[in-house]
């Protein structure tokens, strides 16, 4: 067995969330009504399982195991993407996802141990370039279904009014 490399443990974290990361598009996939924010969940899902099992095989490589931890919000955060009840809008704002990073992202600082070796480099960079990319599709996906809540909820107001005036009409009507 090698040395330990000094990245293993980000190796891990990133095996170990990218996992959770499946577990979750996976069950949001299942649950949201929209054609086109399945197919979004659906690509991230499958690039979250293959993240994990590539850091997975990588860390094998590199002559260990992959150490299972829990997140403790894992469970939680199960719940929401599972839930049939919440609305898609309501799911991104709960789990913070498909969020602008400000400035810059958690990814930025995964390149700086110097001692990174080629393979792992090379995993590390598309890894990152993937995760960025899924996160703008995800802001998308988040734009279209805040954007059609807050279509609804314009339709009602107006549905209102319409009541209103449609009473206020009869009213006059009934005094003549
Ligand atoms: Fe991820």
Redesign the pocket.
């Known amino acids: 067995m090698s040395d330990k490399p000094s990245y293993l443990g980000l190796l891990n974290s990133?095996a170990v969330?990218?996992a959770d990361?499946e577990e979750l598009f996976c069950a949001w996939a299942a649950a949201t009504p929209r054609a086109d924010v399945k197919a979004v969940l659906e690509a991230?899902m499958l690039?979250?399982g293959e993240?994990a099992k590539s850091f997975a095989k990588r860390i094998n490589e590199l002559g260990f195991s992959v150490r299972p931890s829990e997140a403790p919000s894992h469970a939680s955060r199960m719940a929401i993407a599972r839930s049939t009840t919440l609305a898609d809008c309501e799911k991104f704002e709960q789990l913070n996802i498909g969020v602008a990073p400000m400035g810059t992202d958690v990814f930025a600082r995964f390149m700086d141990d110097l001692t990174i070796d080629i393979h792992t480099g090379e995993l590390m960079g598309r890894?990152i370039s993937?995760?960025r990319d899924?996160n703008r599709m995800l802001q998308g996906c988040r734009a279209a279904v805040a954007a059609e809540a807050n279509g609804s909820a314009d339709t009602s107001a107006i549905d209102a009014r319409l009541e209103r005036i449609e009473s206020a009409l009869a009213a006059l009507l009934a005094k003549q």
């Open positions: 990133i969330g990218e990361g991230v690039r979250e993240h890894y993937e995760e899924s």
